[in-house]
C-alpha cells in the first residue's frame, strides 16, 4: 500500500478510507518537521505545529488541486502554519543546540558534530525568511519552482533571496567560527 502514489491515496481518503491518510503522514511527517522546526527552532512547539499542518491538510484535502504536487502543496501548508505559530511565540525564545557528542567519539564524529553544530547556529541565526528559503532547497531540495509556491514569491525573489541568503549564511558561520577560535 505505500507504493501508491500521493493522487491515489488521496482519491481513496476523500472515498471515505481516511486510515490511509496515516500513508501520507508517514511519508512526509519528517520533511514537514524540519520546515516547521527550522522557523520555531523550539522542538515541542514545532512538533504540535507539525500535528497542526496534517489536521489542516486533511480537513481541506478535498481543496487540493490534483495539478500540483501533494508534497508542494503541504509544505505551503507547513510553512504558513508555522509563521503563523512564529508570530505567537514569546520573543526572546533560546535557541536549543542538543548536538553534543560523547568525549569518546572518532574524531571524525567530532568533526561532523562540530559541523551540524555550527551550520545549525548559523541558520538559527538567519531571519525566517532566509532560513526557509535554504532549508527548502538545500535539505529539502525542492526545485525552484516549487519552493516558490510553498513560499508565494517569484522565481526573480527566491533568486534573490537565496543569494543574499547564502551571504548571511556565510558571513554567520564565519562570525561563529571566529568567536569560537578565540574561545580556545
Known amino acids: ?3 501508491l502514489t500521493d493522487e491515489v491515496i488521496i482519491d481513496q481518503v476523500l472515498n471515505g478510507k481516511v486510515d490511509a491518510y496515516s500513508i501520507l503522514i508517514d511519508r512526509y511527517k519528517s520533511y514537514t518537521y524540519t520546515i516547521v522546526c527550522n522557523i520555531l527552532k523550539v522542538e ?4 504540535e505545529a507539525t500535528q497542526d499542518v496534517f489536521i489542516k491538510a486533511y480537513k481541506n ?3 487540493f488541486n490534483k495539478d500540483s504536487k ?3 502543496w503541504l509544505y505551503r501548508i507547513a510553512f504558513n502554519t ?3 505559530a512564529k508570530r505567537k511565540q514569546k520573543p526572546n525564545v533560546a535557541f536549543e543546540n542538543d548536538l553534543h557528542s560523547p568525549l569518546d567519539f572518532q574524531k571524525d564524529a567530532r568533526e561532523l558534530d562540530d559541523r551540524k553544530k555550527y551550520i545549525t547556529l548559523a ?3 538567519l531571519n525566517e525568511a532566509d532560513n526557509a528559503a ?3 532547497f538545500y535539505f529539502e ?3 525552484l519552482e516549487e519552493i516558490c509556491q510553498v513560499t508565494d514569491i517569484t522565481l526573480s525573489t527566491l533568486k534573490v533571496r537565496l543569494h543574499r541568503a547564502r551571504k548571511r549564511f556565510a558571513k554567520e558561520l564565519q562570525t561563529l567560527l571566529q568567536e569560537e577560535a578565540i574561545s580556545l
Do not use: D, G, V
Open 1 to 3: 500500500m505505500n507504493q
Open 44 to 47: 515541542e512547539e514545532a512538533e
Open 61 to 63: 484535502l478535498a481543496k
Open 70 to 72: 501533494f508534497s508542494t
Open 82 to 84: 508555522a509563521l503563523t
Open 123 to 125: 541558520m538559527s541565526r
Open 134 to 136: 535554504l532549508t527548502l
Open 141 to 143: 531540495e525542492l526545485s
